[in-house]
């Protein structure tokens, strides 16, 4: 038996073993470690306005805050964002937006086209900040209180179900806490 | 009482496939001619059963039998029927039970379709076949039971989800199914060559009509998915790599690098464990696909409701298939001898150059699925891979292959001068230069550099296609006699060939010339985009059998004249309570209006998202030549005429024995 017949056969069994470590991983259910830390320090210009700054201080001027992280070619988001654009309208809770890895006038297009649910979006173009936050997937939302402690973080798309299970208790408890 | 009955007629087809896949086997390696036999019954009565399942399953849609679990979760006694039949397809359990009643019927078309092969190829290929039955009937029995009850049985079902509830998606899994399935016939025509030893280009040809049949349902089903996408979601894209259309795009291009290198088999008798190697990818690709989008592993807009276990049970099948062959594969193909040689410049060198790139691309695009997957397994973190990925590495590939596409047809077998090929293809070169330029500045008025490349590449295709066709006929007594004398298959080839070039127009002009706009209209306001008037005639109400719906009617005019009316509806679908949105398409050859209507913006606006997409048709346009071509192809004469060969053999022999 020549060697070199083998290698599809080596390669498939990697990719198998790969599969068999992916089914013990939920991608959907990730623990942060971020979570009860402080936000990571932040500082980027405003998607629309490139002289306004967005930092990490800007988070913690509310009771309790929202902060999505999104992009323009992320297909998930467009799932997400009818709800996010509810909660803006019933004003339930402040939303802030990263825009993570996009561009410019396609993230401004986006929003123009589909309504703007942020009070301001941060412009990370290089996903640096991204990174800090440890994000792996778009679209992620972190709950923050006004220490700048992050509480919560939902992977993939903001659900209905995700938010008055889990989310709205826990603005509501925050809410409490700091009466 | 029924659907026991369905449970039941399925758990015998898996075990008829059980024996399917042993008897005719071991008849062959034995060779026992009543085993031998025992294959095509067996695949007849293993499809009868399946069609009776199916049948009983989708009666219980019909009727509303809500008792049955699925039928409750996936239907509504609102639901139309032409839905509620769809929707037997509509979730995990009754699209499983689909691919297995249609790969017993694949197996079935082979028992019938096969009378000139050599009795125990056939058993080999219908046992495999067999075998891969039983992979799946056991799952949609112990993981995925269609069939389970619900006690007590609730009042209504909880409806079919909105977004299938669609033309594009009654017919798009099952295309995409036949397609999948078909590829199994390619394998296992692999494995039973690989077993019987007989790696040769008989076997190639026999391979042949069922890929390229495989492939075009293949074809067919990722274009009408790219075209329901492009309607319905309203966001007047048509592909997303996302993880599933990727699922369905893998086997595509591993399954068109097969057709293309059967052909060097065949012809040339080279290339044979390679084509062996794609024809196991290709199958593995589609049960990869399955297992991806099944076991929940990666996050994607349309994964179905994934289950653990499910998982597990796909990944075991697809280590023991692709497990198995490759073993198979790494214990035969040693054996296969490669005969002819080639020169560098030679219509081998081009097909490999098309396998080469082809199967690159798959390996890029595989890469771009997994790598998330990867990373996470690694512990390195989680990352998303999207469309800036894919279309960074994926166009550069296509590039030179369709450049090659042009030269490949045109050249010939073993060896070809660079003189001879020169002076034909100088003036594809010369127009598509000229042309590339020309023809988007007259159409646009403005001019990209990848707009140029698309063009130039497209029209250098079309150019060489037609001065192939033409270097061929005109030897002949007279033109027409010429092309009249080209096989059928020659015809499909070129077809397809010209929808490659079709689609590329229709991806280049669409993507860099479409106008867009948002904006707020009230009843009355008035926009010019692309030369058209649209008019905001105002909203309605309206409503379907389970659904409400707001409609923004949008007048259209050119110059003063009426061009269309337009209907996009924001729907409300009362049971799930989805809102979905119904685009409005003025659908032309080579323009498509198309208006999306938004939120209410309050004082009687709405956010209106209004589009102008010039040659978006002529990406399915394009897949759909290839499609034709396909048919073309499978229908040429030859594969006609071993059929009538072999009954002429017969009706000898059977002289023969009658005189002696």
Redesign the interface.
Known sequence: MKVRFLIPLVLFLLLIGLFVAGLKLDPSVVPSPLIDKPVPQFSLPELHDQEKIVDSAELTKHQVSLFNIWASWCVACRQEHPFLMELARAGEVPIYGLNYKDKRPDAIGWLKRLGNPYIASAFDEKGRVGLDWGVYGVPETFVVDSKGIIRYKQIGPLTKQAWQETILPLIDKIRAEEG | MLPELGNFALILAMTIALAQGIVPLVGAARGIPGWVAFARPAAWVQFLLLIISFSILTYAFVVNDFSVAYVANHSNSALPLMYRISAVWGGHEGSLLLWVMLMAGWSTAVGLFSKRLPPEMVARVLAVMGLLGVGFASFVVFTSNPFDRYFPAPMDGRDLNPMLQDFGLIVHPPMLYMGYVGFSVAFAFAIAALLGGRLDAAWARWSRPWTIVAWLFLTLGISLGSWWAYYELG?GGWW?W?PVENASFLPWLVGTALMHSLAVSEKRSTFK?WTV?LA?FAF?LCLLGT?LVR?????S?HAFASD?TR??YV?LL??IV??VS??I???R??QVKSAGNFALLSRETFLLGNNVLLVVATATILIGT?Y???L??LDL????V???YFNAVFVPLMIPLVIALGIGPLSRWKQDSFERLGKILRFALLISLILGVLWPWMLFGQLDFMVIVGATISIWLVCSILLDLFYRSRHKASLWKGLTSQSLSYYGMSMAHLGVAVTVIGITFSSYYSL?K?LRMAPGDQLELGGYLFHFDGVRDNHGPNYTATEGVVTVTKNGEPVATLYSQKRNYTVQQM?MTEAGIDPGLFRDLYIAM??PLGDDGW?M?IYYKPFIRWIWLGSLFMVFGGILAASDRRYRLMEKRKAGLNTDAKLAVQES
């Open positions: 966001w997303f996302d464990g190697l196991i593995s297992f076991s929940g592993v990666l996050t807009v653990p998982g597990v990944l697809l280590g692709v497990g490759l073993v594969y790494a214990w193909a040693p997994i998330p997957l990867i996470d397994a973190g989680k990352i998303s999207g469309p800036p867009e948002d809102p938004g939120e956010a998202r």
